[in-house]
């Protein structure tokens, strides 16, 4: 079921095609929301139990308070991610909140 529009946030994922833009409703997951869309570089194999990297993303500075930090598990997971840098996050881990509206997030060309 689609969210109404008015609870439906709007994300962006700059992949190495460009940017796209996705929908998603609050309570759900960054990697859900990617996921739904079939968006592609998001492989996300264990389906976010935060027990691979395969749903990695960088978040746009801008945007990393409102995301928030990695947990100590997350960050475990984050050393086998590729190009992981001081943006990076699992998008397993981001749970979406009203807040995050218009949230954009890089995908890496390529997932571990």
Do not use: K, N, Y
Not at 22 to 38: F, N, W
Not at 68 to 90: K, Q
């Amino acid at each position: 079921m689609t969210p109404p529009a008015a609870l439906a946030l709007r994300l962006t994922f700059v992949t190495p095609d460009g940017p796209r833009a996705v929908t998603a409703r609050p309570g759900t997951t960054l990697m859900e929301a990617a996921r739904d869309a079939g968006l592609p570089g998001i492989v996300a194999e264990c389906g976010g139990a935060c027990v691979c990297a395969t749903c990695h993303v960088h978040v746009a500075p801008e945007w990393q308070a409102v995301t928030g930090t990695p947990s100590a598990t997350e960050a475990e997971m984050l050393d086998f991610a590729v190009d992981a840098d001081e943006t990076s996050r699992l998008s397993c881990q981001i749970r979406l909140t009203a807040r995050m509206d218009g949230l954009t997030v890089r995908v890496p060309e390529r997932q571990a």
